[in-house]
């Protein structure tokens, strides 16, 4: 059987899970949301996802958006973490420590970041996405505070 032309190996994902991890790499702001994307297409396209992998790859993602985030700020960066955090979450094999850190992680973006996230935005379909998985993972606790960020992003003046 010929592999998904877009199915990302157990292999690569450690490498872009080591390279988000990297503090010695510099990577040009523009690639993040790339690197986050490719990391969701291997999340959502492997039939089972590593949750060591995942959890690996959520530790990194954590830091990054606490370190890193305010340089790199852009709606694409925020669309593909959400998106990310989300798909993480909803992966049943992950720690349920991991999905939690995950959905407080997109709750704090959705929450903090919702200016960068316009109402007639090109961003929405992966924002709205990347709610969708995290309203679907088998972690409730930050349901409540999902969906009123869903519901208020609309509605609030800058």
Request: charged letters at 15%.
């Amino acid at each position: 059987m010929l592999a998904h032309p877009f199915m990302l190996l157990t292999p690569q994902a450690k490498l872009l899970v080591s390279i988000l991890s990297s503090t010695n790499l510099v990577i040009p702001h523009e690639a993040y949301p790339l690197l986050l994307r490719t990391l969701y297409i291997w999340v959502r396209k492997s039939l089972r996802p590593s949750s060591v992998l995942i959890d690996s790859a959520v530790v990194s993602l954590s830091h990054l958006l606490a370190i890193e985030f305010g340089s790199k700020k852009s709606p694409e960066f925020l669309s593909e973490s959400v998106l990310l955090l989300g798909a993480f979450s909803f992966v049943l094999s992950v720690s349920e420590s991991s999905k939690t850190v995950c959905l407080e992680l997109l709750c704090r973006l959705l929450e903090d970041e919702y200016r960068l996230v316009s109402p007639f935005g090109r961003v929405i379909p992966d924002v709205l996405a990347g709610i969708g998985y995290a309203l679907c993972s088998s972690v409730v606790v930050h349901n409540v505070r999902i969906l009123n960020a869903l519901l208020g992003i609309w509605g609030k003046e800058d």
